[in-house]
């Protein structure tokens, strides 16, 4: 065991160059960290840059560094057949996705599920397209406070979601509500990822907000991941932001909560602080796709990466010598690209550690397995032949 504990950060969405097969999905020419820096003039990411994020492509402000003997810097090109967030992380962790979840981004549910949904749950409908949930409240809250109906709505993910006001529906109703949803949405034509109940108090538009009660009725993987194998073997898989969520709690051995992206990498410095464990510190900060890559917001996600950049900073003066930190991201969300979906592209992945004294660029990488098989190969692990991946040797 070289690294007793390993850090695996994933910047949602900040990918870095369609992947080669970027066409298949119309998303030819997309480029998350390019665009971005091209958009504002210029990122300023020293600690990023000192890794060698700029070796990977060209983004502005950014030196391609080419001596950081600290960390190693490569791209990695998803093998799954997909561009959602439960297909990228899940394949981080040895699953290879053959069949994409459905999305009902531009379309809205069928009709047909909305009727199933109605009748079982008793309730009225409302909504039925692609919002962003603070928006949607915005629009619908008033409505559906007075009437006790049901906001549903979706966006670029594989998701059906579920807003309905505390007090007027109650928490417990709109669960019972979202497992029916779950139920419904098993079906082959209706297979999304994930359910979620969305409950939020105020009294009208201006004043609405949603409430920590979020609950996710997610797919969990078929077969044990690479994060299975290390619970079973007694190491810990501390799962900070949705992760927990993404993988619906299974091989999840402690799940912390976050609200934004600067609240995920307190907690995550906290578990530096923390020397009492060994294992793997799985992070999603998601705020990067939610708030800046959906919107189209390149100014609000250059200033974000800007952040993040000073929190690795924070986080690194503060890891041991056996302390291993990988970034990476999950898919692309280009703000400058054409929609408001993901784009298909191919992500970084910068390792560092105050013991690694050789790093450089790596050749890509063609599974984002790789980086699950690797944190297995760390600790002496081994995988099953059902997962993918192939350990980076170098780290």
Known sequence: MKYKRIFL???????????????????????????????VG??????????????????????PIHDHPNAFSMRLIEKSNGKDTMTGHWEMMGVYTTKPFITFTDTGFPKELMDELEEKTGHKLIGNYASSGTEILVKLGEEQKRDNSLIVYTSADSVLQIAAHEETTGVKELYRCCEIA??????????????????????????????PNRHDYALAPSIDTDMDILKQNGYMTSCVGKISDIFNGKG??????????????????????????????????????????????????????????????????????DD??????????????????????????????????????LEDRFSFGDIGETI???FGLESSSELIGKAIDEI
């Open 252 to 321: 999840v051995a402690k799940t912390v909560k976050t609200i934004s992206n600067m609240d995920g990498m307190d907690k995550t410095i906290d578990q530096v602080k923390n020397d009492d464990w060994n294992g793997l510190c799985f992070v999603n900060l998601v705020e990067f796709d939610s708030e800046y890559g959906h919107r189209r917001d390149p100014k609000g996600y250059a200033r974000a990466l800007e952040e993040f950049d000073v929190r690795i900073g924070e986080m690194i003066s503060l890891m041991r010598e």
């Open 376 to 378: 297995l190969k760390n």
């Open 9 to 39: 950060i994933v910047a949602d969405s900040a990918g870095i160059g369609n992947a080669p097969d970027a066409a298949r999905f119309d998303d030819e020419g997309s480029n998350t960290w390019r665009h971005i820096a091209e958009a």
């Open 42 to 63: 210029g990122l300023n990411v020293p600690n990023m840059e000192s890794m060698g994020i700029g070796e990977l492509t060209e983004i502005k402000g950014v030196n």
């Open 324 to 361: 291993l930190l990988m970034i990476t991201a999950d898919h692309g969300n280009d703000p400058t690209y054409k929609g408001t979906d993901h784009t298909r592209e191919t992500v970084p992945l910068l390792v560092y550690s105050k013991s690694i004294k050789n790093g450089k660029r």
């Open 182 to 211: 779950r139920e419904i949405c098993m079906k082959p034509e209706y297979y999304v990822g994930r359910v979620i109940a969305r409950p939020f108090v105020g009294n009208c538009k201006d004043d609405f907000k949603r409430t």
